[in-house]
């Protein structure tokens, strides 16, 4: 009476559960390497895992959709996980009041900088107007990002996926860049990491300094606030 | 742990509400994150409120399940970064040169925040030291 192998499949294949399993598993593998490699910036968790998991679903023929029917339980801890930097922003409460106006030096010209060269390159290698709109808020958390691509009529799968490559180029280069430049001060270098590269450059500098991963919590969440103002002005002031 | 989880939830959920009952231009998580420092803030100041999940530090309370789900921050972006599957014709038109706008971005970016930080930091020090 055992069910063929095939319908088996049929079965898993549309139900959350095997997804969902699939995401944690991959990552938990993904992750114990990047331990192994005492957190080399090239073997970055969320990369691996996504392209691993990305190659599963085109080599099963799965839809996205259904794939994210099971995985949209993780994604759904984007939310409460911003809510949380709440936590380290109050435990180092001192220390980021005695930097509050270097902080918001680096985040109104950060974060204008993020917008304008990614729309002023894009522009430059002749993209088409709608991936232009799309990467604009490439710089900020997923969530926030989706929304601000939506209210531009832009495409906000694709600034998902700008957003998440983003990170992973922010998370690999941040730590080999930063020591060129000889900078030591852990705040100042964890704020860039938060601001040009969200929650996965916050990832990596939790991994670095627990100082820097406070202050890219903070940079990560001022971020949000800012570039939901500044896309849409920038969008108006530089693309005709 | 329940509690804690609880009370991060009910954090967004007011933030979310605030924000859509208002249409103000910024994420209900965020405001959310303004909440639940506030919440931390005020325990400080006024006993009564030092119960359950802001009770103190421990595995449940609201610190020990904020580090868990912080430390495993990179998880949850995997699901949005597997989304490339439904983009592999614009990948296969205009990968490289996505690629490499979002490359340069980043370093130019990273370059401008780190410098300004640094340079306002030293300024601001400067200015302290008496002359």
Known sequence: MSASPFSLWVYLAQSPLLWLTVTLVVYAVTDALSLRTRRHPLANPVLHAMWIVAAFLLLTGTPYTTYFAGAQFVHFLLGPATVALAVPLYQNRWTVLQAIVPMLAALVLGSITAIVSVVMLAEAFGLPRDVVLSLAPKSVTAGVAMGISESLHADPSLTAVAVVLTGIIGAVIVTPLMNRTGITDFRARGFAAGLAAHGIGTARAFQVDPLAGTFSGIAMSLNALVTSFLVPLAVTLLIR | ?131
Not at chain 2, 42 to 50: E, F, P, S, V
Not at chain 2, 70 to 97: E, I, M, R, T, Y
């Open chain 2, 1 to 131: 742990m329940i509690a804690s989880l609880g009370l991060i939830l009910l954090c967004q959920l007011v933030g979310e509400v605030v924000v859509r009952g208002l249409a103000l231009p910024l994420p209900g998580p965020v405001l959310g994150l303004v909440l639940l420092l506030v919440l931390l803030l005020l325990r400080d100041k006024i006993r009564a409120l030092a119960v359950g999940p802001l009770a103190g530090d421990g595995t449940g309370s609201i610190e020990g399940v904020s580090r868990v789900l912080l430390a495993n921050l990179s998880l949850l972006f995997v699901p949005a970064g597997v989304g490339v599957v439904q983009k592999l014709d614009l990948v296969a038109a205009h990968g490289l040169a996505i690629a490499a706008v979002l490359v340069l971005s980043v370093v130019v970016t990273l370059l401008v925040t780190v410098a300004a930080f640094v340079v306002t930091s030293r300024l601001v020090a400067r200015k302290r030291e008496p002359s």
